[in-house]
């Protein structure tokens, strides 16, 4: 193969280094979820506000794209849990962001209470983390509070079949290594505040999924926590004052999910 004078590799893509490939297809990823521009010439240039730094920004989604599913967030902590003898009544919390943000130390004291949440994920991605955040690490019981970020598409459109089928594969997994499982219903959003977010997640959605997860607990010996109704107001809104972006339970509002997750979670264990 000939030689790329300028760029110092060889022609033949499969040969480039790292260093110019990585961030090459990162870019290459970026530009092809980005929405398709119109094909035709304009007057006024005005593109969208480019990120400062575009090389350091690809590479960084380079490096995160290696591991898409989080696996290595609690790998370490996964590790330190599962090389000592279980604790009794370990629950894990697997979840996204209202998850990830919720001090458990703090409102449950005491408690041998794990948590697995990671921000923006959605049911496919807490799926691949079912055996190493939740099943190695042996608790009795998982507390799961998953699909608000399904319905907003954070990784791509799902059908509700989609998302379903997953929360069964979540449920049955976790069952079949004696496992007691609880499901979460989705808590509301709102536009209360200045970030609107019944746009990205329709209340509709939110109702028809915990409808689901409703039924399917009840017919497979599932557990169910209604943090639903613990946040919502007489309009299917999440209350006025218990969130900060109307997505997310501030302080107020992890105080009135705490006493329903320790209600399902004494029950789920009884």
């Not at 697997?94 to 998850?99: M, N, P, V």
């Not at 997640?201 to 209604?226: E, S, T």
Request: with cysteine.
């Amino acid at each position: 193969m000939p030689q790329s004078r300028g760029l110092g590799f060889r022609s033949s893509p499969d040969q480039w280094p790292a260093r110019i490939l990585t961030p090459l297809l990162a870019t290459l990823a970026v530009l092809a979820l980005s929405p398709a521009a119109p094909c035709q010439l304009v007057e006024d240039f005005n593109p969208p506000k480019a990120n400062c730094c575009l090389q350091m920004f690809a590479q960084t989604l380079a490096d995160q794209m290696q591991d898409w599913n989080q696996l290595g967030r609690y790998h370490a902590d996964d590790a330190r849990l599962t090389s000592a003898a279980p604790a009794a009544h370990r629950v894990v919390f697997l979840g996204d962001s209202i998850t990830d943000g919720w001090n458990l130390g703090q409102f449950f004291p005491g408690k041998p209470y794990v948590n697995r949440g990671i921000s923006g994920q959605t049911t496919p991605q807490m799926l691949v983390r079912m055996f190493p955040d939740v099943i190695d690490v042996k608790p009795e019981a998982v507390i799961i509070l998953a699909g608000t970020n399904d319905i907003a598409r954070n990784t791509g459109p799902e059908t509700s079949t989609m998302i379903e089928e997953n929360f069964q594969a979540m449920a049955e997994l976790a069952q079949a290594h004696g496992i007691k499982v609880i499901f979460c219903l989705l808590t509301p959003v709102s536009d209360y505040t200045a970030s609107k977010q019944t746009e990205h997640r329709p209340p509709a959605d939110i109702l028809k999924l915990n409808a689901w997860l409703r039924d399917y607990a009840a017919a497979r010996h599932v557990d169910v926590a209604d943090y639903y109704s613990a946040l919502a107001d007489d309009k299917g809104m999440l209350r006025d004052g218990y969130s900060n972006d109307g997505l997310h339970p501030n302080a107020k509002g992890y105080a009135l999910l705490a006493p329903v997750a320790e209600a399902a979670i004494e029950k789920a264990l009884q």
